[in-house]
Protein backbone atom coordinates (compact mmCIF):
# COMPACT_ATOMS: atom_id res chain seq x y z
CA UNK A 1 0.00 0.00 0.00
CA UNK A 2 1.65 3.08 -0.84
CA UNK A 3 1.45 6.25 1.44
CA UNK A 4 -0.94 8.89 -0.07
CA UNK A 5 -4.12 9.41 1.95
CA UNK A 6 -5.82 10.81 -1.02
CA UNK A 7 -6.79 7.84 -3.09
CA UNK A 8 -8.60 9.75 -5.48
CA UNK A 9 -7.64 13.30 -6.76
CA UNK A 10 -9.89 15.26 -9.44
CA UNK A 11 -10.22 18.92 -10.92
CA UNK A 12 -12.45 20.66 -12.66
CA UNK A 13 -13.09 16.97 -15.00
CA UNK A 14 -15.06 17.72 -17.47
CA UNK A 15 -16.37 15.21 -20.37
CA UNK A 16 -18.62 16.11 -23.53
CA UNK A 17 -19.91 13.44 -25.41
CA UNK A 18 -20.35 13.27 -29.34
CA UNK A 19 -23.37 15.62 -29.59
CA UNK A 20 -22.63 18.05 -27.29
CA UNK A 21 -23.86 15.85 -24.31
CA UNK A 22 -22.09 17.92 -21.23
CA UNK A 23 -21.95 15.14 -19.14
CA UNK A 24 -19.63 16.38 -16.42
CA UNK A 25 -18.75 19.45 -16.08
CA UNK A 26 -16.24 20.85 -13.68
CA UNK A 27 -16.24 17.99 -11.19
CA UNK A 28 -13.58 18.48 -8.44
CA UNK A 29 -13.15 16.07 -5.73
CA UNK A 30 -11.27 14.02 -3.62
CA UNK A 31 -11.61 10.43 -1.77
CA UNK A 32 -9.88 9.84 1.52
CA UNK A 33 -8.15 6.66 2.25
CA UNK A 34 -10.02 3.40 4.21
CA UNK A 35 -13.70 5.44 3.51
CA UNK A 36 -16.34 4.56 1.58
CA UNK A 37 -17.14 7.43 -0.91
CA UNK A 38 -20.46 7.62 -2.53
CA UNK A 39 -21.35 9.56 -5.66
CA UNK A 40 -25.39 10.14 -6.02
CA UNK A 41 -27.23 11.57 -8.52
CA UNK A 42 -30.32 10.90 -10.31
CA UNK A 43 -30.23 8.69 -13.52
CA UNK A 44 -27.88 11.19 -16.42
CA UNK A 45 -26.12 13.13 -13.50
CA UNK A 46 -22.99 11.88 -14.81
CA UNK A 47 -22.07 9.23 -12.23
CA UNK A 48 -21.22 5.93 -14.66
CA UNK A 49 -19.20 8.59 -16.47
CA UNK A 50 -17.08 9.77 -13.65
CA UNK A 51 -16.18 6.54 -12.41
CA UNK A 52 -15.39 5.42 -16.33
CA UNK A 53 -12.62 8.10 -16.27
CA UNK A 54 -11.63 6.99 -13.12
CA UNK A 55 -11.34 3.45 -14.41
CA UNK A 56 -9.42 4.53 -17.61
CA UNK A 57 -12.19 3.37 -19.36
CA UNK A 58 -13.18 6.41 -20.83
CA UNK A 59 -10.50 9.76 -21.57
CA UNK A 60 -12.37 13.01 -19.93
CA UNK A 61 -12.68 15.98 -22.20
CA UNK A 62 -10.69 18.34 -19.88
CA UNK A 63 -9.75 18.38 -16.20
CA UNK A 64 -7.28 15.98 -13.75
CA UNK A 65 -8.24 12.82 -12.22
CA UNK A 66 -5.44 10.76 -10.75
CA UNK A 67 -5.44 7.54 -8.35
CA UNK A 68 -2.70 7.54 -6.01
CA UNK A 69 -0.44 10.10 -7.66
CA UNK A 70 -1.05 8.42 -11.44
CA UNK A 71 -2.65 10.39 -13.79
CA UNK A 72 -5.62 8.01 -15.59
CA UNK A 73 -4.68 9.47 -18.81
CA UNK A 74 -0.76 9.56 -18.94
CA UNK A 75 -0.13 7.07 -16.56
CA UNK A 76 -3.13 4.29 -17.22
CA UNK A 77 -0.99 1.27 -16.44
CA UNK A 78 -0.30 2.15 -13.03
CA UNK A 79 -3.21 3.24 -12.31
CA UNK A 80 -4.90 0.02 -13.72
CA UNK A 81 -2.95 -2.19 -10.63
CA UNK A 82 -4.51 0.18 -8.17
CA UNK A 83 -7.61 -0.44 -9.01
CA UNK A 84 -10.39 -3.37 -9.30
CA UNK A 85 -13.59 -2.23 -10.97
CA UNK A 86 -17.23 -4.00 -10.66
CA UNK A 87 -19.25 -2.08 -13.62
CA UNK A 88 -22.97 -1.05 -13.67
CA UNK A 89 -25.03 -4.59 -14.60
CA UNK A 90 -22.38 -6.49 -14.96
CA UNK A 91 -22.58 -10.55 -14.68
CA UNK A 92 -20.02 -13.39 -13.76
CA UNK A 93 -19.13 -15.49 -16.91
CA UNK A 94 -22.16 -17.78 -16.81
CA UNK A 95 -20.32 -21.03 -17.49
CA UNK A 96 -17.84 -20.94 -15.06
CA UNK A 97 -18.56 -21.14 -11.06
CA UNK A 98 -17.81 -18.69 -8.52
CA UNK A 99 -13.89 -20.31 -8.11
CA UNK A 100 -13.50 -20.32 -11.34
CA UNK A 101 -14.52 -17.12 -12.19
CA UNK A 102 -12.48 -15.37 -9.14
CA UNK A 103 -9.17 -17.48 -10.47
CA UNK A 104 -9.34 -16.29 -13.57
CA UNK A 105 -10.12 -13.13 -13.07
CA UNK A 106 -6.80 -13.06 -10.50
CA UNK A 107 -4.97 -14.86 -13.23
CA UNK A 108 -5.54 -12.16 -15.68
CA UNK A 109 -4.64 -9.38 -13.40
CA UNK A 110 -1.38 -11.33 -13.64
CA UNK A 111 -1.07 -13.73 -10.25
CA UNK A 112 0.02 -17.25 -10.71
CA UNK A 113 -2.32 -19.80 -10.55
CA UNK A 114 -1.73 -21.16 -7.44
CA UNK A 115 -1.81 -17.58 -5.65
CA UNK A 116 -5.08 -16.85 -7.23
CA UNK A 117 -6.69 -20.16 -6.35
CA UNK A 118 -5.29 -19.36 -2.67
CA UNK A 119 -6.99 -16.10 -2.83
CA UNK A 120 -10.34 -17.29 -4.57
CA UNK A 121 -10.29 -19.39 -1.88
CA UNK A 122 -9.92 -16.83 0.98
CA UNK A 123 -12.69 -14.78 -0.79
CA UNK A 124 -15.54 -17.49 -0.89
CA UNK A 125 -15.30 -17.64 2.49
CA UNK A 126 -14.98 -14.19 3.67
CA UNK A 127 -18.02 -13.52 1.40
CA UNK A 128 -19.99 -16.41 2.43
CA UNK A 129 -20.01 -18.02 -0.61
CA UNK A 130 -18.78 -21.32 0.14
CA UNK A 131 -22.52 -23.02 -0.34
CA UNK A 132 -22.31 -21.76 -4.30
CA UNK A 133 -18.72 -21.99 -4.86
CA UNK A 134 -19.08 -25.19 -7.50
CA UNK A 135 -22.27 -23.66 -9.07
CA UNK A 136 -22.30 -22.19 -12.79
CA UNK A 137 -22.84 -18.65 -12.32
CA UNK A 138 -25.91 -18.56 -14.64
CA UNK A 139 -27.80 -20.73 -12.18
CA UNK A 140 -27.11 -18.27 -9.11
CA UNK A 141 -29.87 -15.64 -8.47
CA UNK A 142 -29.09 -11.78 -8.91
CA UNK A 143 -27.79 -11.05 -5.41
CA UNK A 144 -25.36 -14.22 -5.46
CA UNK A 145 -23.71 -13.42 -8.81
CA UNK A 146 -23.51 -9.29 -7.78
CA UNK A 147 -21.58 -11.22 -4.59
CA UNK A 148 -19.39 -13.41 -6.92
CA UNK A 149 -18.50 -10.07 -9.06
CA UNK A 150 -18.02 -7.98 -5.47
CA UNK A 151 -15.81 -11.16 -3.91
CA UNK A 152 -13.74 -10.90 -7.19
CA UNK A 153 -13.12 -7.23 -7.07
CA UNK A 154 -12.33 -7.53 -3.10
CA UNK A 155 -9.93 -10.72 -4.07
CA UNK A 156 -7.48 -8.66 -5.99
CA UNK A 157 -6.11 -6.67 -2.96
CA UNK A 158 -6.82 -3.19 -5.01
CA UNK A 159 -6.25 -0.03 -3.14
CA UNK A 160 -9.51 1.31 -4.61
CA UNK A 161 -12.45 -0.82 -5.50
CA UNK A 162 -15.01 0.68 -8.07
CA UNK A 163 -18.37 -0.71 -7.67
CA UNK A 164 -20.67 1.38 -10.23
CA UNK A 165 -24.54 0.92 -8.72
CA UNK A 166 -23.59 -2.75 -7.18
CA UNK A 167 -27.68 -3.21 -6.05
CA UNK A 168 -29.21 -1.52 -8.76
CA UNK A 169 -32.26 -4.50 -9.16
CA UNK A 170 -31.58 -6.27 -5.91
CA UNK A 171 -34.44 -7.31 -3.46
CA UNK A 172 -34.11 -5.32 -0.25
CA UNK A 173 -32.71 -8.54 1.50
CA UNK A 174 -29.70 -8.76 -0.73
CA UNK A 175 -28.97 -4.70 -0.89
CA UNK A 176 -28.64 -5.25 3.19
CA UNK A 177 -26.05 -8.36 2.34
CA UNK A 178 -24.37 -5.96 0.02
CA UNK A 179 -24.02 -3.19 1.90
CA UNK A 180 -23.18 -5.59 5.08
CA UNK A 181 -19.85 -7.24 2.88
CA UNK A 182 -18.70 -4.02 1.75
CA UNK A 183 -18.71 -2.05 5.21
CA UNK A 184 -16.78 -4.98 6.86
CA UNK A 185 -14.54 -5.51 3.29
CA UNK A 186 -13.18 -1.46 4.19
CA UNK A 187 -13.41 -1.98 8.02
CA UNK A 188 -10.77 -4.75 7.75
CA UNK A 189 -9.04 -3.71 4.82
CA UNK A 190 -8.69 -0.31 5.20
CA UNK A 191 -9.24 -0.36 1.60
CA UNK A 192 -11.05 2.42 -0.37
CA UNK A 193 -14.65 2.11 -2.24
CA UNK A 194 -16.18 4.83 -5.01
CA UNK A 195 -19.91 3.61 -5.22
CA UNK A 196 -21.91 5.11 -7.39
CA UNK A 197 -26.25 4.64 -6.48
CA UNK A 198 -29.02 6.61 -6.53
CA UNK A 199 -30.59 5.01 -3.75
CA UNK A 200 -30.47 7.97 -1.01
CA UNK A 201 -31.07 5.61 1.38
CA UNK A 202 -28.19 3.55 0.70
CA UNK A 203 -25.57 6.53 0.57
CA UNK A 204 -26.76 7.51 4.18
CA UNK A 205 -26.28 4.39 5.82
CA UNK A 206 -22.95 3.47 3.64
CA UNK A 207 -20.68 6.25 3.25
CA UNK A 208 -18.38 8.30 5.03
CA UNK A 209 -18.32 11.18 2.48
CA UNK A 210 -20.85 11.49 -0.54
CA UNK A 211 -21.41 14.11 -3.25
CA UNK A 212 -24.68 14.46 -5.07
CA UNK A 213 -24.11 15.27 -8.41
CA UNK A 214 -26.62 16.56 -10.89
CA UNK A 215 -26.13 17.21 -14.73
CA UNK A 216 -22.19 16.81 -14.62
CA UNK A 217 -22.15 19.29 -11.52
CA UNK A 218 -21.44 19.21 -7.73
CA UNK A 219 -23.98 20.28 -5.97
CA UNK A 220 -23.02 19.45 -2.13
CA UNK A 221 -20.24 17.20 -0.77
CA UNK A 222 -19.38 16.30 3.26
CA UNK A 223 -20.57 13.35 5.51
CA UNK A 224 -24.11 12.07 5.71
CA UNK A 225 -24.66 14.09 8.86
CA UNK A 226 -22.83 17.00 7.65
CA UNK A 227 -24.91 17.55 4.48
CA UNK A 228 -28.46 16.90 6.72
CA UNK A 229 -27.19 20.10 8.86
CA UNK A 230 -28.01 22.37 6.24
CA UNK A 231 -31.71 21.92 7.03
CA UNK A 232 -31.04 21.91 10.31
CA UNK A 233 -33.77 22.78 13.15
CA UNK A 234 -36.04 21.70 10.06
CA UNK A 235 -38.46 18.50 9.70
CA UNK A 236 -40.35 17.80 6.61
CA UNK A 237 -44.19 17.61 6.60
CA UNK A 238 -45.57 15.12 3.41
CA UNK A 239 -48.96 16.71 3.00
CA UNK A 240 -51.28 14.17 0.45
CA UNK A 241 -53.52 15.49 -2.05
CA UNK A 242 -53.35 19.46 -0.51
CA UNK A 243 -55.82 21.90 -2.17
CA UNK A 244 -54.90 25.58 -2.88
CA UNK A 245 -56.84 26.81 0.01
CA UNK A 246 -54.16 27.04 2.01
CA UNK A 247 -51.06 29.18 1.71
CA UNK A 248 -48.33 26.68 2.25
CA UNK A 249 -45.51 28.62 1.63
CA UNK A 250 -45.86 30.30 4.10
CA UNK A 251 -44.38 27.19 6.47
CA UNK A 252 -41.41 27.07 4.44
CA UNK A 253 -40.17 25.37 1.46
CA UNK A 254 -42.34 23.91 -0.74
CA UNK A 255 -41.78 21.01 -3.19
CA UNK A 256 -44.33 18.48 -4.88
CA UNK A 257 -43.62 15.16 -5.04
CA UNK A 258 -46.30 12.91 -7.10
CA UNK A 259 -50.25 13.69 -5.45
CA UNK A 260 -47.90 14.97 -2.30
CA UNK A 261 -46.22 17.69 -1.14
CA UNK A 262 -43.44 18.48 0.92
CA UNK A 263 -43.23 21.11 2.91
CA UNK A 264 -39.57 21.90 5.06
CA UNK A 265 -40.98 23.83 7.86
CA UNK A 266 -39.11 25.29 11.09
CA UNK A 267 -39.73 22.76 13.67
CA UNK A 268 -41.50 25.19 16.06
CA UNK A 269 -44.08 25.61 13.37
CA UNK A 270 -44.65 22.02 13.51
CA UNK A 271 -47.95 21.28 15.49
CA UNK A 272 -49.23 24.28 14.17
CA UNK A 273 -49.18 22.96 10.40
CA UNK A 274 -50.40 19.28 11.92
CA UNK A 275 -53.25 21.54 13.27
CA UNK A 276 -54.12 23.02 10.49
CA UNK A 277 -54.33 19.96 7.74
CA UNK A 278 -56.22 17.55 10.60
CA UNK A 279 -58.82 20.68 10.37
CA UNK A 280 -58.85 20.55 6.86
CA UNK A 281 -59.24 17.06 6.61
CA UNK A 282 -55.64 16.39 5.05
CA UNK A 283 -53.57 13.57 5.37
CA UNK A 284 -50.11 14.99 7.10
CA UNK A 285 -47.11 12.81 8.45
CA UNK A 286 -43.76 14.44 9.61
CA UNK A 287 -40.22 13.34 9.71
CA UNK A 288 -37.13 13.66 10.53
CA UNK A 289 -34.57 15.56 7.55
CA UNK A 290 -33.11 12.64 4.99
CA UNK A 291 -30.88 13.03 2.42
CA UNK A 292 -33.04 12.71 -0.04
CA UNK A 293 -34.73 16.36 1.15
CA UNK A 294 -31.33 17.93 1.29
CA UNK A 295 -31.39 16.85 -2.64
CA UNK A 296 -35.14 17.68 -3.13
CA UNK A 297 -34.30 21.59 -1.57
CA UNK A 298 -31.29 21.66 -3.24
CA UNK A 299 -32.31 20.53 -7.42
CA UNK A 300 -36.39 21.38 -6.39
CA UNK A 301 -36.98 18.12 -7.66
CA UNK A 302 -36.84 14.30 -6.85
CA UNK A 303 -34.35 11.84 -7.19
CA UNK A 304 -35.83 9.09 -9.72
CA UNK A 305 -38.09 12.02 -11.91
CA UNK A 306 -36.36 10.91 -14.94
CA UNK A 307 -38.43 14.30 -16.88
CA UNK A 308 -34.88 16.61 -17.24
CA UNK A 309 -32.76 13.07 -18.17
CA UNK A 310 -30.41 14.01 -21.37
P1 LIG B 1 -27.58 6.39 -14.47
O1 LIG B 1 -27.89 6.54 -13.01
O2 LIG B 1 -28.83 6.37 -15.30
O3 LIG B 1 -26.66 5.26 -14.78
P2 LIG B 1 -25.43 8.32 -14.62
O4 LIG B 1 -25.50 9.31 -13.51
O5 LIG B 1 -24.48 7.19 -14.45
O6 LIG B 1 -26.87 7.76 -14.95
P3 LIG B 1 -24.13 8.79 -17.17
O7 LIG B 1 -24.42 7.39 -17.64
O8 LIG B 1 -22.75 9.13 -16.83
O9 LIG B 1 -25.08 9.16 -15.94
O10 LIG B 1 -24.68 9.78 -18.28
C1 LIG B 1 -24.52 11.19 -18.18
C2 LIG B 1 -25.06 11.83 -19.45
O11 LIG B 1 -24.23 11.47 -20.55
C3 LIG B 1 -26.47 11.36 -19.83
O12 LIG B 1 -27.13 12.45 -20.40
C4 LIG B 1 -26.22 10.27 -20.87
O13 LIG B 1 -27.31 10.18 -21.75
C5 LIG B 1 -24.98 10.80 -21.57
N1 LIG B 1 -24.15 9.71 -22.10
C6 LIG B 1 -23.62 8.69 -21.41
N2 LIG B 1 -22.87 7.90 -22.20
C7 LIG B 1 -22.92 8.45 -23.44
C8 LIG B 1 -22.33 8.13 -24.70
N3 LIG B 1 -21.53 7.08 -24.85
N4 LIG B 1 -22.59 8.95 -25.76
C9 LIG B 1 -23.38 10.04 -25.60
N5 LIG B 1 -23.97 10.41 -24.45
C10 LIG B 1 -23.74 9.63 -23.38
Known amino acids: MSDYTIVLDSSNLQKTYGGGIRALDGLTLQIKRGTIFSLLGP ?3 GKTTFVRIAATQLLPSCGTISILGHDVVRDAKNVRKHIAV ?3 EARPLSLQTPFEHITTYLV ?3 LNFN ?6 NEAIQDLKLD ?3 NIICANLSGGLRQRVLIAMAMSSDADLLILD ?3 LGLDPLARLEVWNLVRDYVTKSKRTILLTTHYMDEAELLSDELAIIDRGKLMVRGTPSSIKSRLENRSVAVIKSPDDSIDFQSYGQV ?7 RVFIDRRRVDELVSLCLKKNLEVSVRQISLEDVFISEVGRVIDDDSTTN
Open 115 to 120: DARKRA
Open 108 to 110: ARG
Open 255 to 261: LKAGSSI
Open 43 to 45: NGA
Open 131 to 133: SHR
Open 165 to 167: EPT
Open 86 to 88: VPQ
